[in-house]
């Protein structure tokens, strides 16, 4: 026992010779000079996810930001086979491409089906009616044509 406490307290004191000698003076970097000392919540609610103006994330928010493409320079990239002029009025109609894509998105942004409508007008909130049609309850594509064969199709496939 009183081998196995020395090995013990011998094997304390090597281990702290090696260890580095720590002084009272507090350490200071020269960031926390410059930069006020800032907790992890402060700096997540301060990004702008998390802004105080909501337009920020709304979808069609992306029009209030100054994005475009880059002006063609000097040095800039040009295809073989087109000039920079021709380069650049590509490069414009693409733009002006995407920027309508994006708009036809925001003009469908949040219209949506209501769920719980959807089954009331179905009828499978009060019967099982719904279960008996032809398409078990859903809705279906609407077509040109009238593929039922009660009407005469009229369109592409019928003589003039």
């Excluded at 609610?45 to 063609?72: C, H, I, Q, S, T």
Aim: one cysteine or more; a positive charge; proline letters at 2%.
């Amino acid at each position: 026992m009183k081998t196995t406490c020395a090995l013990v307290i011998a094997g304390l004191a090597s281990a702290s010779a090696f260890a580095p000698a720590t002084s009272g003076a507090r350490a200071s970097t020269q960031l926390a000079e410059k930069k006020e000392k800032q907790t992890v919540f402060s700096t997540i609610f301060g990004m702008d996810l998390f802004a105080p103006n909501k337009e920020v994330n709304d979808y069609g928010a992306r029009n209030n930001k100054n994005l475009g493409v880059g002006k063609l320079g000097a040095n800039s990239y040009v295809p073989d086979g087109l000039t920079k002029a021709q380069y650049e009025a590509q490069r414009s109609k693409e733009s002006k491409s995407k920027a309508d894509n994006y708009q036809r998105n925001v003009a469908k942004a949040g219209k949506f089906l209501d769920y719980t409508q959807f089954y009331i007008d179905r009828g499978t909130d009060t019967n099982e009616s719904w279960n008996k049609d032809i398409n078990k309850g859903h809705r279906m594509a609407k077509t040109k044509f009238d593929w039922s064969g009660k009407q005469e199709a009229k369109g592409w496939f019928t003589k003039k």
